[in-house]
């Protein structure tokens, strides 16, 4: 099987309930994901990290849903791109 | 030659060669673009200024471009107007309309791509891109057919035919995503990351946002070199409203207006308010929400520029006011009614944000007021059709007498 490493830049935004749950930790551990955290911030109500994940590309794929699923919202390190 | 310096990660203070690059590299954050402003302070002044073209580039130098390279449109220096009308209803004695509906393809966004569509042909691109609900697809494809560049925009497939066509018109490839927004977001990130293409609103983004700074100088000289005491700006990403106070004191910091004392206020709709909310709570830190409103062009979700928005807010002594979805209509009537002027739905949440700020007093009465109106209302006729309503007849005077006897006592008893 061929393997494509990839990079993707992220951020996760975490609701007040999962702030305190260790996600990122699990991400890696679950999938063979290397997590690089470059900047964050948590707070009572809510908290976001921007990250950068280094993996198989479908390997990163399974471990963004498995976040998702999880309640974390993901998205793109630039914030939304559509513009009106 | 461009005055620019650098660019420069708003986050950490990195600083990168002038490149189509737009995250730094060790945070992830955001660049922007740096200028040498002791090189723009020996040459520009008030006057360079007056005797330069009626557009944006009367102030080139203050943008990321060499004026030779501007991929000119005739963008900008669109209409400053006395508000009188409006500004009775409203109780505000100083108001002024910035009219930006009247750009060459209807919006402020020509002031963006202007610049976006100049740098990208200067850093050889032959591929002009963007991920869109409209406005921008429409700029972009306009100026993407008058660079002679292959022009690509990509939207979700359910996006109201007007707009598709006013993109289509110019020869553009429209690429109609089957998905939501979020997964067009997604989709154009990687295409960013991966071909030689130039996504203005992606990897030309720190120059594209520079563009928005027009908006600031040419409201402060019509206003004959001063401030307005208080703005009132749309808000989608932040982009604008941020640029704007960027631009006001830029200006202030170069001699050209006295002071930069505006208070700037931001309208967003009250379906995708997450700066406004941010603002109530008190936190810089946006909230992504899912859009459901009505101001499709102000749809962001996860505004990019959200926590600068809040400091702008902060630095500025201003405010966030979000527009019932039910009064963006009324807004845009208001305007239309008293001042002539056509807005799209995103000048209808500016109206209405206008109306709101003005009653609570964040407004004061004599404050010498601008409020931003970004894009026109032939863009969103759908939203304002069910108020227009026409007398039918026939050709004979009799009938239209008749027919307009019924019209008066159907609008008196409606008004009873
Ligand atoms: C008409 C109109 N006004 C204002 C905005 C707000 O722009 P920004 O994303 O810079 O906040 C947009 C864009 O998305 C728009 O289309
Ligand atoms: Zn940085």
Redesign the interface.
């Known amino acids: 099987m061929v393997r494509v490493m990839a990079r993707r830049r992220v951020r996760f935004t975490f609701p007040e309930q999962l702030i305190t749950e260790p996600l990122i930790y699990n991400l890696g551990r679950k999938f063979e994901i290397v997590t690089n955290i470059r900047r964050a911030n948590v707070q009572e109500r809510v908290g976001w990290v921007v990250l950068e994940l280094e993996g198989d590309e479908d390997e990163i794929e399974r471990g963004l849903e498995w976040m998702i699923a999880a309640g974390v919202r993901v998205d793109p390190i630039t914030g939304d791109l559509i513009e009106g | 030659m461009s005055n620019v310096k650098s660019l420069r990660c708003r ?1 950490c203070g990195s600083e990168y060669p002038v490149e189509p690059q ?2 730094c590299d ?5 660049l922007e673009v740096c200028y040498d402003y002791d090189a723009v302070a020996r040459d520009i002044s008030r006057e360079r200024i007056t005797k330069g073209p009626l557009t944006m580039w009367r102030y080139h130098d203050l943008l990321p471009v060499d004026a030779e390279m501007a991929l000119d449109m005739q963008t900008g220096f669109t209409p400053l107007v006395r508000a009188k009308n409006l500004g009775r209803l409203l109780g505000l004695n100083n108001l002024y309309i910035k009219n930006d509906s009247v750009n060459p393809t209807f ?1 402020f ?1 020509d002031r963006v791509v202007s610049v976006a569509s100049a740098k990208a042909l200067e850093f050889e691109f032959d591929t002009l891109a ?7 697809a429409g700029s972009v494809s306009a100026h993407g057919a008058k660079a002679g560049m292959n022009t690509m925009v990509f ?2 497939s359910d996006l109201e035919r007007g707009k598709i066509l006013g993109a289509g018109i110019y020869g553009a490839t429209l690429v109609a995503v089957d998905g939501t ?2 997964q ?3 989709l ?2 990687e295409l960013a990351d991966n071909h030689r293409w130039a ?1 203005v ?2 990897n030309m ?1 720190p120059f594209y946002s520079e563009g928005s700074k027009t908006l600031a100088y040419e409201v402060a000289e019509q206003l004959g070199w001063r401030a307005p005491d208080a703005v009132v700006v749309p808000g ?2 932040g982009s604008l409203f941020t640029k704007i106070w960027k631009g006001l004191n830029e200006l202030k910091d170069l001699s050209l207006i006295e002071t930069a004392h505006t208070k700037m206020h931001i309208a967003q709709a009250e379906g995708c308010s997450p700066i406004v909310t941010a603002y109530d ?1 008190d ?1 810089p ?1 946006v ?2 929400v899912t859009p459901d409103t009505i101001a ?11 926590f600068y928005s809040i400091k702008t807010i902060e630095n500025s002594g201003g405010s966030a006011v979000a527009a019932p979805e039910e009064e963006v209509v009324e807004g845009i009537q208001l305007l239309a009614e008293t001042e002539g002027i056509f807005t799209e739905t ?1 000048g209808g949440v500016v109206i209405s944000g206008l109306r709101k700020l003005a009653k609570s007093g964040k407004i004061q009465p004599d404050d010498l007021t601008v409020a931003y109106i970004t ?1 026109n209302g032939l863009k969103t006729q759908e939203v304002v059709e069910p108020v227009v309503d026409p007398v039918f007849t026939t050709p004979a005077y009799e009938d239209f007498m008749t027919n307009m006897a019924a019209r008066k006592e159907r609008n008196g008893a409606s008004h009873g």
Do not use: M, Q, W
């Open positions: 986050e737009y995250v060790f945070c992830f954050g955001p919006s966004k963007c991920a869109s609900t409209g406005n921008l939207f979700p927004y979020d067009v977001n997604r154009c990130s996504f609103n992606i983004r989608a990403s709570e936190t830190h909230r992504p499709k062009s102000l749809a962001i979700g996860n505004p990019a520029d959200g995103a894009g």
